[in-house]
C-alpha cells in the first residue's frame, strides 16, 4: 500500500514547495471591469472655512429647540458656473494652498496656538486669504492694540495682490489661534480633479459684510444647517 506522509507546516520540504507555487489573490481582471482601469488623479492641498453667526430665531424656525433666541447659521458662497471644479455649486470659500502660505514670512505673521503645528499654520493662512480673495472678508487684527479689521482695511487691500505682505504693511496679523479643524475631506478617487481639504471653522467678525469677487464666487448666502 501507499502511504502518504503530511509535511509539517514550516519544514524545508513544505518551504521549498510553496516558494514555487502560485499566489492566488483577489486581483480585478481588466476584462471584468465595468470601466478602464485609471489611476486616481493626486490630490491638491487646499483649505475652506466655515464662518459661523448667531442670528436671531424667526418665526418658521421650528427645529424642536425653542430654548435659545438665536439660531447658527454658516456663509456659503456660489461658485462660477464656469469654474474647473463643481462649477455653480454652493460651497464654503477656500481653495489651493500656494507656496506663499507656507513661507517663513506668512507664518511670522499669524497669531497661532502652540499645538498648531507648521502645517496647521499653512492651512490657516491658506483659509485666511482665499476668504478675503473670495469675500472681502479680512481675518487679521492689529498688531498694536488687538483691534479687528474694519471697512477701512479691508478697502485698503487689493485682492490681486500678494495678501500676507499686504497685511504686513498695514499692520495685520492673521488670526489663526481662533480656528479649530472640524473636518477633513478627500476627492474621490474618480474625480477629475481632487482636493484634500481640511474644514476650519471660527465665527464671523463683527462689522464685516461678504461681498462676492463676482469671477470665482457669487451670492453669499447665510444658511442654517438642519
Excluded at 456660489?78 to 481653495?95: D, E, K
Excluded at 502660505?101 to 493662512?125: F, G, K, M, W, Y
Excluded at 477629475?192 to 453669499?220: H, I, N
Amino acid at each position: 500500500s501507499l502511504t502518504i506522509q503530511p509535511r509539517q507546516p514550516g519544514s524545508r520540504a513544505c518551504q521549498h514547495e510553496s516558494a514555487h507555487l502560485p499566489i492566488m489573490q483577489d486581483m480585478p481582471r481588466s476584462n471584468q471591469q465595468l470601466h478602464t482601469h485609471r489611476e486616481p488623479v493626486k490630490t491638491r492641498p487646499a483649505a475652506t472655512v466655515l464662518l459661523l453667526r448667531d442670528a436671531p430665531r424667526d418665526n418658521g424656525d421650528s427645529n424642536g429647540d425653542n430654548s435659545s433666541e438665536t439660531v447658527l447659521e454658516v456663509l456659503m458662497t456660489r461658485r462660477s458656473p464656469n469654474a474647473s471644479f463643481l462649477p455653480g455649486a454652493y460651497v464654503f470659500p477656500g481653495g489651493g494652498i500656494d507656496a506663499l502660505d507656507a513661507s517663513p514670512e506668512a507664518h511670522a505673521q499669524t497669531n497661532h496656538r502652540a499645538t498648531q503645528n507648521a502645517q496647521r499654520v499653512t492651512e490657516a493662512v491658506a483659509g485666511i486669504r482665499e476668504t478675503f480673495e473670495e469675500l472681502g472678508i479680512l481675518l487679521a487684527r492689529h498688531a498694536d492694540d488687538g483691534r479687528f479689521a474694519d471697512a477701512a482695511d479691508i478697502a485698503a487691500l487689493d485682492r490681486k495682490q500678494p495678501f500676507v505682505a499686504q497685511c504686513a504693511a498695514r499692520g495685520l496679523r492673521l488670526v489663526a489661534d481662533d480656528m479649530h479643524m472640524l473636518a477633513h475631506w478627500t476627492a474621490d478617487r474618480t474625480a477629475p480633479k481632487r482636493f484634500s481639504v481640511p474644514f476650519l471653522v471660527r465665527r464671523m467678525p463683527a462689522g464685516q459684510e461678504p461681498v462676492a469677487d463676482e469671477t470665482e464666487q457669487f451670492e453669499p448666502v447665510w444658511v442654517r444647517p438642519a
